[in-house]
């Protein structure tokens, strides 16, 4: 009786790893062009990889000329923290708005250090935006609103939205 209880319990731990192997699965056929190509046009990473190329890119242009306008302009640039408050220091603040914009841009295009050049590029562009608003003065026109502050308000908002939306897989962070 001993000798049928080990037949059957070897069969079952037989039974049993084979079970547990990996199943294989059959391979596919390869994908011809246009369908390769609609499976990447169609990923959310592709959209988040072309966002991040497009405005970092953009933040770079409008970074890059603050530098070469040197320290009277970088001046004038740090003048907007008057809107927030702060006084003082006005060329260190050009200096910081112009690095953020420059190396924030270079952060977005490859996805690292994403949510932190989100929330300061966001940060430059809500002061960009009370500047432009307040240089406009009283009673502004629905044009000059539209032509002055817009911009930097959007810029603002987008950059806010894709803190939240993250790099994509196609960064080097990948979160």
Known sequence: MSDTS?????????????????KTVPASAPLSRGELLKKVLVQQSFGLLCLRLSLGATMIAYGVPKFMGGAAYLTKIGSAMQVVGISFGFEFWGLMAALVEVVGGVMLIIGAYYRISCVLLAFVMAVATLSMRANLGENPSANDLIMNVLHPLSMCVIFLSVMFLGPGRLSVQRD
């Open 6 to 22: 080990t037949v059957q319990s070897n069969s079952t731990s037989v039974q049993s790893s084979a079970s547990a192997a990996p």
